[in-house]
């Protein structure tokens, strides 16, 4: 046990988790719902948590690495927290929490012990604690004294051996992160915003934080129509239009790697929050993508979030055995592969042989595992290894890799002989990745539509009533549609917890 995090403690995976969660269940009620709260084995009730409104700012949502395609040299780690955010849900956007630590851990020798940690921290202030907005007016740079909550971080570097902490480093200091998009009328160069955000470090790397468009592609009722027996229905993106927080990291592949003849690191993220007492407890883990979704039952969900690698032996059997390919030839007649799956125990618990292991006798831990020594390819395909990628998932994970199909496919035992094509049919996501550093996509505006006549007009400030009259100026016109944007937000995001409802009380 390291000194410098207490585990205890639960988390969620986002819907994902619940979606999975109903396969591993065969129904999603109310109550299955509430026990994957992340209030459910902290301090507070989980009845004291609304649904959407728990502990999203710590829910790890998806972890990538990949060698840096413009920079090979490097690695670049993508670690997003925040599922769903609506664009548009003002006034209170979307940040980070200042009682969080948001670590990136590296495992360089097989030994299933963290030799790295890179740890961001944040705070945020607010200029203007008179007003509910978050911008005042039009924000045209990060120091504008229109943006008025602003957040910036720390980003701080552990050295451990044997699991136990050396020293510590900072690395970056009171870094801007960039904001919530708001919209057009707030940000009209959102573009310029995220530039200077990013923050080069010495050494070579970078790093940045902030709103991004969430990289995952998915048709989530590929797993609500395992159930109707149908799969006529998939290909839509469940997750489109949809924004996360995301840290981005670009390191030196010297500084992370062993050796240049060890180049393997293993790699998963965490968050822990501050509780009553002051400490810190692990609330939220992520290697692979689908693990905890659709690997781990309902019984060990919360405690693989609390969990380290080291202690992953625990959850051997629930990747030697794995319950999905029983509910496929259960529902679809596909015959499940022989058991035991060692196939997925090289995938998700040690690399596989000959591209990512880390040593000959890793010690069998659930990370994701990256190869730095094989340079990125000009054209990365969907299915990375599984289509002779070598340079994509599973060897780290690609903003581009289709892990869904990906892990279809394996579960299904593409890898020990049983080719198959199953997919999802959503092959990429719904926006462009950038080809420079951070890589993510911009975020979706909140006001992506045409700006209102309305809005613009004193018909929207004699609509708003005495309420906005008397400042008289020209930011009238922009407060006036702030507010409505408000206040539209605010029904996007009770259309959306409805939806949400719905969607997760569905008596399947
Ligand atoms: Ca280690
Ligand atoms: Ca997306
Ligand atoms: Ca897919």
Redesign the pocket.
Known sequence: MTPLISRSGTGRKGLVTLICGALATGAITAASVAALEPGAASASSHREAPLISGTPQYDNTDLYAFVSPDKSDTTTIVSDYIPFEEPAGGPNFYQFADDAQYDIH??????????LIFRYTFSTKIKNKKTFLYNTGVVDSLNDPDLNVTQSYDLDLIK?K??RQQYKTRIADNIPAAPSDVGKASMPDYAKLRSQAIYKTAGGGATFAGQADDPFFADLRVFDLLYGGNLSEVGNDTLKGYNVNTIALQVPNSLIRQSASRPTV?IYATTQRKNAQGYYSQVSRLGNPLVNEVVNPQKDKDKFNASEPKDDAQFLKNVTNPELPKLIQAIYNIKAPSEPRNDLVSVFLTGVKGLNTEQPQAKPSEMLRLNTSIKPTAKPKRLGVLDGDNQGFPNGRRLTDDVIDEALQVMEGELVGSKNDLGDAVDKNDKSFEKYFPYVAEPTAGSRGKIAKAAAGSSTKSALGDALTGSGDTNMTLIAGSAAAGAAGVLLIGTAFAWWRRRVQRPY
């Open positions: 590296i495992d360089n020798n097989g030994d299933a012990l963290d030799d451990l044997n699991g293993g």
